[in-house]
């Protein structure tokens, strides 16, 4: 009798340490995931952040320009490029369209506009300098009249000037 006894009460004891490893690695376990969790969403904010603030900084914008060939295409891109905030400007000859990336807090679309005005070269919203004009190399002496931003981007607009 006294024999059985003890074997039930050192049972009992065993049961008892076993939950209490079972509970004490579960609490590991869960401190562990909040700690990652913390790390990654950390992370996560700081790269949205940057993201951002890159946005708000540049622009992209594009717009025609009219021009010939090759050496059109220096001019063009020169006089963009010379515009203070401007990172990159490429113009597309078939196309005869310019795509800029410019700094919005150190310049504006109309002051690229009026830069490319001034080397002699129309845009869409200004007019190429005569003088610039008269200057150019006269393979470069485009025709007034060519048509810009031949992407079909601007065309809708195109279209309701025209009474069709
Ligand atoms: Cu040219």
């Given at each position: ?13 065993n ?5 209490k ?18 790390n ?8 949205t ?54 700094e ?32 150019l ?11 810009m ?16």
């Open positions: 009798m006294n024999f059985s006894k003890k074997n039930h009460e050192h049972k009992s004891q049961v008892i340490d076993v939950s490893k079972v509970i004490l690695s579960v609490a590991v376990v869960a401190v562990m995931g909040l700690t990652s969790c913390k990654e969403s950390k992370q996560a904010s700081e790269t952040t940057t993201e951002i603030t890159k946005e708000i900084a540049m622009a992209d914008i594009s717009f025609g320009v009219r021009g010939n060939c090759g050496m059109c295409k220096n001019t063009i891109e020169k006089a963009a490029n010379g515009v203070e905030g401007v990172s990159n400007a490429t113009w597309d000859v078939d196309k005869k369209k310019i795509e800029v990336s410019f919005e807090t150190k310049t504006d679309a109309m002051v690229i506009h009026n830069a490319i005005a001034d080397s002699g070269y129309d845009t869409e919203k200004v007019a190429g300098n005569e003088e610039a004009y008269n200057g190399p006269g393979c470069c002496q485009y025709d007034h009249d060519m048509e931003n031949q992407s079909g981007e601007k065309k809708d607009d195109d279209h309701s000037n025209h009474d069709h």
